[in-house]
């Protein structure tokens, strides 16, 4: 039986921009099915459209059905008991400030009596395993355990279809990982409909059945995950977000049942060939050094007389021209070195040496925290040559929007482009793939090499090995408030076992010189 | 301790009423002594030692200043210029400083005991949105003043050096935020049933007994002050200490009402170190 359908259905948003044009398809219960595209093709508008009372306003035409009623004639306590949604960012979706209490919100909501909330509260807890920060507040949990609330609290509501759009773009790897674990356990061990849009596919492909690629609107593939390889053409933008192993399937012109994991990737003939076919060379050793734009020399630092150091006897050197990329897992001081690099932190002990008159730009986690103005234009116009920056960063089009109507990957261009007007010496990112789509992080590494290009220091903290590992000169791994390894990427991803890229998991004792599929490869 | 912070919405809060009520009606420097010293003891008890060295500082600073005001009062103790001190001016001061700091004191320990979570419990009862308000701005608010420092330090960081600019920017990004909540709010069913209120305590057998207990001594203690005990006067002689019926029954009501609490921890202490001893031998 289907749970979604929509025959012919288009929808244009108010001010005229056609979001979805005549798409049809047909959701059967219990299926796991993942929406992609590249940011404004439509995804988020065609999730909100099936739930009742988040539908945007404007223009519809065609049909969408929920079990059979018109969706807009579900009524809004049906709509909230049985359509889950989890939204994009783990922090202002949370309503309340204690754990308990946001995991009974919506029961309460639905006016469920004290003892029925009790019983679910306490199952939702333990399924989701939240048992020990249940008293919390929910500001001291992690992103990562803020989304697993968030769809905790959809989920006690016992709902037979899961909307979730993008919730693990602002999350890490790790957490990422286990939310779609959560997620697909609802969907094996429940039945529940889970219908996901997310940029992140390596993993979630491969628990998929059924995969919708959406672009402009319209739904340009809609098959089985397998198939994708048949459905997609080899070059289209859309096949850099996919797992490595269907590219590079993709790569050697494949037209069957495509590879979707790791491993099945590392067993399938012609994967093998493809991936033993490339070749790549990597410069070895470390790279010359140019001039220390700042030094920063054994720091310690800790926030409080009663907490851990974060950092700890670390040492780093910023030089000009190169990209210096630092990994490391949550929690392990990325974000804290980078802001004893721009100054924002005094260290304990150790020193923090900035070459004389140097101009330091620091792009933080949320791009949003540098702007002011109320348009793009407004935030770059103060500046000589900003028409050509606007141009550069693709933006001229975007001048007269607000910058927090942008996408992620907007702001983080427009974030650029105002710390770029100020020919900044050394450039600090903190994890700027955050929220961006893999278009857009395909871009951003080709703006990073030409901003050191044209003589500035990049540093940048980040969780994406992909990221690094094609546009950084050195790679450090920061562990435990300490950099354990340092080298240029090709050393470094081949050298690490777990912490590495997907396409060198691929490769490894197949093709030892593969670490990433875009550059070298 | 745990017990303590456990305990009953209900319970606690009659319990404050009454013990903070009388503290501040009453000048018997005999309930106020038993006040104070209940106070200090449940400070001492949940750690906060250093706090209780403020409270003798308090009385003594209060006794000390009030004759300077005050010059009522018979027993006049030595002129000042040519003005009187007296004594029971002093007495006055130091009992008006014994009040302040039980006060203060209990104040404390409802900070600690009564938590964020009880005072939702009674808003909810009594108008579930009102629950659901305070809930929401205990984290809004510690959320918007994180925010605009992270905001006031990244722009600082870009050179943007204008705390009004990070302000304002912070009220509009939140504004933002308070935008997708509003939408998790509606998806999660906000509005379209009569709400309920979910509260983690429950009024159960042990809990009654508890309440019981609490109405039981605050009634007598307010009952012996109502029928004239307690009455306490000053000027312009001090009256000495009642001995009438009422005035007992209120000394020794009150007097168990402020150790209560002292009581729960203690015991549960005990029996929290006999587990402990029992531990160490199983493991000879």
């Known amino acids: ?521 | 301790m745990r017990s303590l912070e456990r305990a009953h919405p209900l319970c606690c809060f009659v319990y404050l009423a009454a013990v903070l009520g009388i503290t501040i009606f009453t000048r018997d420097p005999i309930a106020l002594a038993e006040s104070a010293v209940g106070a200090a003891l449940l400070l001492i008890l949940s750690g906060n030692i250093r706090i209780v060295i403020w409270l003798p500082v308090v009385t003594v600073v209060s006794a000390v200043t009030n004759p300077v005001f005050v010059h009522r009062g018979d027993t006049v103790l030595f002129f000042a210029g040519d003005l009187p001190v007296t004594a029971e001016a002093v007495l006055y001061g130091a009992v008006f400083g014994l009040m302040i700091s039980a006060a203060a004191g209990w104040s404390i320990n409802a900070v600690k005991y009564i938590t964020t979570d009880k005072y939702i419990w009674l808003f909810g009862r009594m108008l579930p949105v009102s629950g659901l308000v305070l809930s929401c701005g205990l984290r809004l608010v510690p959320l918007f003043i994180r925010r605009t420092r992270d905001f006031s330090a990244s722009q600082g960081a870009v050179g943007i050096r204008d705390t009004l600019k990070a302000f304002s920017a912070s009220v509009g990004y939140s504004a933002e935020e308070a935008m997708t909540s509003a939408d998790s709010m509606r998806a999660r069913g906000y509005g379209t049933a009569r709400r309920t209120s979910y509260s983690l305590y429950r009024l159960g057998g042990r809990e009654t007994v508890q309440l019981l207990a609490v109405v039981l001594v605050s009634v007598s203690a307010v009952s012996a002050m109502i029928c004239g005990g307690g009455a306490f006067e000053f000027y312009p002689a001090v009256s000495g200490v009642g001995l009438s019926a009422a005035d007992m029954l209120l000394y020794i009501a009150f007097g168990i009402m402020c150790v209560m609490p002292s009581c729960v921890i203690l015991h549960e202490n005990i029996k929290r170190s006999r587990i402990g001893c029992y531990d160490q031998g199983a493991l000879k």
């Open chain 1, 1 to 521: 039986m289907s749970i979604v359908s929509a025959k012919e259905l288009s929808f244009s948003y108010p001010d005229g921009r056609k979001a979805l044009d005549k798409i049809s398809f047909d959701i059967p219960e219990g299926s796991f099915v993942t929406v992609c595209g590249v940011s404004g093709c439509g995804k988020s508008t065609l999730l909100r459209l099936m739930k009742q009372g988040l539908a945007p306003h404007g223009k519809i035409s065609g049909v969408l059905q929920y079990c059979g009623t018109d969706s807009s004639l579900v009524p809004l306590e049906d709509a909230a008991r049985d359509i889950g949604f989890v939204m994009q960012d783990p922090e202002s979706q949370i309503v309340t400030d204690k754990v308990w209490h946001e995991l009974a919100f919506s029961l309460e909501s639905v006016g469920l009596p004290s003892d029925e909330i009790r019983r679910r509260v306490g199952e939702m807890a333990s399924y989701f395993g939240l048992e020990n920060v249940f008293e919390r507040d929910v500001a001291s949990l992690s992103g990562g355990q803020k989304q697993l609330l968030n769809l905790a609290s959809a989920a006690a509501l016992h709902p037979k279809l899961l909307l979730l759009d993008e919730p693990t773009s602002q999350l890490d790897p790790i957490a990422a990982n286990s939310f779609i674990d959560a997620v697909s356990r609802l969907n094996r061990d429940f039945g529940v409909t889970i219908i996901i849009a997310e940029h992140r596919l390596e993993e979630l492909l491969y628990i998929s059945d059924r995969v919708m690629v959406m672009e402009h609107g319209r739904i340009i593939a809609d098959c089985s995950p397998r198939e994708i390889c048949t459905k997609l053409p080899k070059d289209h933008e859309m096949m850099s977000a996919m797992p490595v192993s269907v590219r590079v399937y993709s790569m050697g012109g494949g037209n069957g049942n495509c590879p979707l994991s790791v491993r099945e990737g590392r067993t399938d003939e012609l994967c093998r060939r493809v991936v033993e076919g490339m070749k790549a060379d990597h410069p070895l050793g470390l790279p010359e050094t140019s001039e220390v734009l700042i030094s920063a020399h054994r720091l310690w630092v800790s926030y409080g007389r009663n907490t851990p150091d974060v950092l700890k006897d670390t040492s780093l050197e910023v030089m000009r021209g190169r990209i210096y990329a630092v990994l490391g897992g949550n929690g392990s001081g990325k974000t804290t070195l980078l802001k004893c690099l721009a100054g924002m932190i005094k260290p304990l002990s150790g020193s923090v040496k900035q070459k004389k008159n140097i101009v330091c730009a620091y792009l933080p986690q949320n791009p949003c925290e540098i702007f002011t103005e109320d348009t793009v234009k407004e935030e770059l116009f103060r500046f000589s040559g900003w028409e050509d920056m606007a141009e550069r960063f693709a933006l001229t089009g975007l001048l007269d929007s607000h910058p927090y109507d942008l996408s992620g990957g907007e702001r983080q261009r427009l974030a650029l482009a105002k710390l770029l007007l100020k020919n900044p010496d050394v450039l600090l990112l903190d994890e700027p793939t955050k929220g961006i789509d893999a278009c857009a992080k395909t871009k951003l590494g080709g703006y990073l090499k030409s901003i050191a290009d044209s003589g500035a220091a990049v540093v940048l903290v980040t969780h994406d090995t992909e990221l690094a590992a094609g546009c950084a000169d050195i790679c450090g791994l920061l562990f435990n408030g300490e950099i354990v390894s340092e080298g240029r990427p090709y050393g470094f991803f081949s050298e690490n076992y777990f912490y590495t890229t997907p396409a060198r998991r691929l490769a490894k004792g197949i093709n030892d010189n593969i670490i990433t599929l875009d550059i070298g490869g």
